[in-house]
């Protein structure tokens, strides 16, 4: 079955990519990435400054595949290491390259997104709004107005479509408060939904301990147990942003779980768990097991079923 898609005016030969901050921080984990089956790449939300991040243990996997726990504190090479990056990458080649800035003030965001903009770069960036684990830093994704803000400055300067990457919400005035903001800027062309369910605590059972060490233990969660509220996030966006579209992302461990952030009205779908646990080989199986189950079930194109959920 054909899984291929167009996110932002770009074609993604399928429509896998990582979520930002998995296996993308450095070229050689890039290259890892150029290498696989993705349709894609995105590298890791960059700062203005080089960060070393929160001291480890700063990510785990939860037992029994339930997912995991991150408050990796924004580690990144510094924003100018990527901007050389998309200025050597092979435009050619048939996988497009996303960019993920998380600045930690508009004027950062400002300066990164001059620099892409200024070196009129084929690559799409995606603003992240929702990084939950720099100690003192509220995220963005929750403050509207800061987000309203943001946008309208950053939105006129990058001129080409772009994205935003989301926290979760959890109440239907949020998704309605956030889409109001959203549909007034044209080239906001994606939405990323979501990011990690911001400061969860995972506790040893034997020795009582915290799993991770930042924070007093507190971290994004990730993985399975976020798919339900990753599905909801990208159907509520879906319904409310008519002409944008969402990149799903969120307890993608199979064919699947690819399928249902399809039927919720994703375009594209981001995997961040998954890979950090099974590694660049997680793209080949689950864009297979995703063509099996088109074919199973008659669908050609994903858009075929793509927001197609029936509800009762
Ligand atoms: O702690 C991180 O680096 C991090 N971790 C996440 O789970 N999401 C984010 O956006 C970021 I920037």
């Given amino acids: 079955a054909d899984i291929?898609?167009?996110l932002a005016g770009v074609k993604l030969p399928n429509l896998l990519f990582n979520a930002s901050g998995v296996c993308c921080q450095t070229e050689a984990d890039l290259k890892l990435m150029v290498e696989s089956e993705s349709g894609a790449l995105i590298t890791k939300s960059a700062t203005v400054e080089q960060r070393d991040g929160n001291p480890a243990p700063r990510y785990t996997p939860l037992p029994n595949g339930i997912g995991s726990i991150n408050s990796m504190g924004l580690p990144n090479e510094g924003y100018e290491y990527y901007l050389e990056y998309a200025k050597k990458y092979d435009y050619n080649s048939e996988k497009p390259l996303f960019i993920s800035l998380s600045g930690l003030s508009l004027d950062d965001n400002v300066k990164m997104?001059?620099?892409f903009v200024d070196a009129k770069l084929p690559c799409v960036l995606e603003i992240n709004y929702s990084c939950p684990n720099v100690p003192g830093k509220p995220q963005m994704g929750y403050d509207m107005e800061?987000?309203?803000?943001s946008l309208s400055v950053l939105a006129p300067l990058i001129k080409k479509p772009f994205g935003i990457k989301l926290p979760p919400y959890f109440d239907i005035a949020h998704f309605d408060q956030a889409a109001a903001v959203f549909n007034k800027f044209d080239n906001l062309a994606f939405?990323?939904?979501?990011?990690?369910v911001g400061n969860g605590l995972a506790i040893d059972?034997?020795?009582?301990?915290?799993?991770?060490?930042?924070?007093?233990?507190f971290g994004?969660?990730?993985g399975l147990m976020v798919l339900n509220t990753a599905l909801a996030n990208v159907n509520a966006f879906h319904r409310r942003l008519p002409g944008k579209q969402i990149v799903g992302v969120g307890g993608v461990v199979s064919g699947k779980e690819a399928f249902l952030h399809v039927l919720a009205g994703a375009s594209a779908v981001q995997i961040g768990t998954m890979l950090?646990?099974?590694?660049?080989g997680v793209f080949a199986r689950i864009a297979k097991e995703l063509s099996d189950i088109m074919v199973a079930k008659g669908y050609k194109t994903l858009e075929d079923f793509r927001g197609k959920v029936k509800t009762l």
């Avoid at 800061?146 to 803000?149: D, I, Y």
């Avoid at 950090?276 to 660049?280: F, I, V």
């Fill in 4 to 6: 291929s898609t167009t």
């Fill in 191 to 196: 939405v990323t939904c979501i990011n990690s």
């Fill in 276 to 280: 950090k646990e099974e590694g660049p």
């Fill in 146 to 149: 800061a987000m309203e803000k």
């Fill in 205 to 217: 059972f034997v020795t009582e301990q915290a799993l991770i060490k930042p924070k007093d233990g």
């Fill in 220 to 222: 994004g969660l990730g």
């Fill in 113 to 115: 997104c001059k620099a």
